[in-house]
């Protein structure tokens, strides 16, 4: 079910119902019900696969909290890394690695092996086993405590807002409000989980499905028969579709949540308005980047050792955080850019942010951004080498055609208003400022957001683009 379907609305509408008439406890059970019943839409076959990756990491916290031997402590979270990351990478890496055993083998002469079958992605396995992975992590290092109870635990594993696609929380935001009693849902609630929706439906649909097309289209021609113009007209589209896709999916979550008396983590805060590389991931998928940070970067050692070893331990977390989003060397290169830009950005930057105004600001905004572009020139690439040809073709020839005219006007009518929105938000305090202005102003706004998802829709729905990773 897709939060941009009449399915969706329709179950949510029946979990939303009975969950008011219970108590906590009930409550609890059947969100849990309901969270199973949502994944097993996509394929019932994996249901056993949350149930295990819950009950595994259940235990092995309450090991370890409850063993005094740090021999026995370390013996269960390595167990647990081991057993999480092995599902990950059988499911998720295995025809990866053996189609590159197979290329290396072909370089000696030697027949490689190529398996007869096909292993399925399940939906959201490397969100759920990183939030599942952090809990036992932390109740090892003290910050948490374990789940007194195996549905609690189940429940903050499978909550089915956040399941496929995100935001990553942690056991000491999200788990705390699955074990108390949540207060009343009241009106500010509801407003909040209103704007939420609404504005993440507006950015799923209106935006990224509409430049979901435009970017296809670009990135299905051959490279030798693009221009400049059409180059960077259908990595414009992409990055607005990716932004809108994954900050819509995002935003529809933590609105769905917040019906329910959840609160959610941020994952996006205006980050194509980002000053440098650093701002733009305290923006970019904040929940990734800080999982990231918090678990690879710094036991790696941070920016402890000196400016060789940081430069060390950014590239290996950038460049695990790319592969992290698919098998394919194409995100391994899109890792690697992000790596060398924060790498040369400490070395050689300023501070960025709110030190930067006026034209400076802009044009450090303005730089950013094309330089996320170029990433994501490769991030949406089918190869490194279509990448690298339909850079090649930036330095033909420029010519303005009517398809480079049209997509130039398509870009600003579909994405124009939004940026707008990020800007007029950017300039607050607030990350609802939409609700703190008057009722009529804030009501005008959600007729527009209708108004558009009525008459401007894709003509075809597009996947949310994160349901892969």
Not at 28 to 36: G, P, R
Not at 267 to 277: D, E, H, I, T, V
Not at 371 to 381: D, E, G, K
């Amino acid at each position: 079910m897709w939060f941009n379907s009449f399915a969706f609305w329709v179950f949510f509408g029946v979990v939303l119902g009975i969950h008011a008439l219970l108590r906590h406890r009930g409550r609890n059970v059947w969100l849990l019900a309901a969270s199973y019943f949502f994944y097993g839409c996509w394929d019932w076959r994996f249901l056993g696969l949350i149930a295990f990756t819950s009950g595994f990491e259940y235990l092995s916290a309450s090991r370890i909290y409850k063993s005094g031997d740090s021999r026995t402590r370390r013996n269960w979270v390595i167990a647990s890394l081991i057993v999480e990351l092995g599902i990950l990478c059988a499911f998720k890496y295995f025809h990866f690695f053996v189609n590159e055993m197979d290329h290396l083998l072909g370089l000696f002469g030697l027949d490689g092996w190529q398996p007869t079958f096909r292993i399925i992605l399940p939906a959201g396995i490397s969100f759920f086993t990183f939030q599942s992975l952090s809990y036992t992590i932390d109740v090892y290092r003290g910050s948490t405590k374990p789940a007194g109870s195996f549905a609690d635990f189940a429940l903050y594993v499978s909550f089915f807002p956040q399941l496929v696609a995100g935001p990553i929380e942690r056991s000491s935001h999200l788990l705390p409000q699955v074990e108390r009693p949540r207060p009343a849902v009241t009106s500010r609630h509801f407003q909040e989980g209103l704007y939420h929706i609404l504005t993440g439906l507006f950015k799923k649909v209106f935006v990224a499905d509409n430049m979901a097309w435009l970017a296809n289209h670009v990135f299905a021609r051959p490279p030798e028969s693009l221009s400049g113009p059409e180059v960077i007209l259908g990595v414009y589209a992409f990055a607005f579709q990716i932004y809108g896709d994954f900050s819509g999916y995002s935003s529809i979550a933590i609105g769905v949540a917040r019906w329910l008396g959840f609160d959610l983590m941020d994952n996006f805060r205006q980050p194509y308005l980002a000053c440098g590389p650093q701002d733009f991931w305290k923006r970019w998928h904040i929940s990734l980047s800080s999982w990231l940070r918090d678990y690879l970067y710094i036991p790696l050692g941070g920016n402890r050792w000196g400016r060789w070893f940081t430069g060390r331990n950014l590239m290996l977390t950038m460049l695990l955080g790319g592969l992290w989003h698919g098998a394919s060397w194409t995100f391994i290169v899109w890792g690697g850019l992000h790596g060398s830009w924060l790498i040369l950005d400490r070395m050689f930057g300023h501070k960025t942010g709110a030190a930067k105004q006026g034209w400076r600001r802009s044009v450090s905004i303005l730089a950013t951004f094309h330089t996320v572009c170029l990433a994501w020139l490769f991030f949406r690439a089918d190869s490194s080498g279509q990448a690298l040809a339909m850079i090649r073709q930036l330095g033909v020839p420029w010519h303005m055609t009517d398809f480079v005219q049209t997509s130039a006007v398509l870009i600003l009518f579909f994405a124009g208003p939004w940026v707008i929105f990020d800007l007029w938000t950017e300039r607050g305090d607030s990350r609802t400022r939409l609700l703190e202005v008057h009722w009529i102003a804030r009501a005008l706004v959600y007729v527009f957001i209708l108004l558009a998802l009525l008459f401007f829709p894709a003509p075809v729905p597009v996947e949310f683009i994160y349901f892969r990773f």
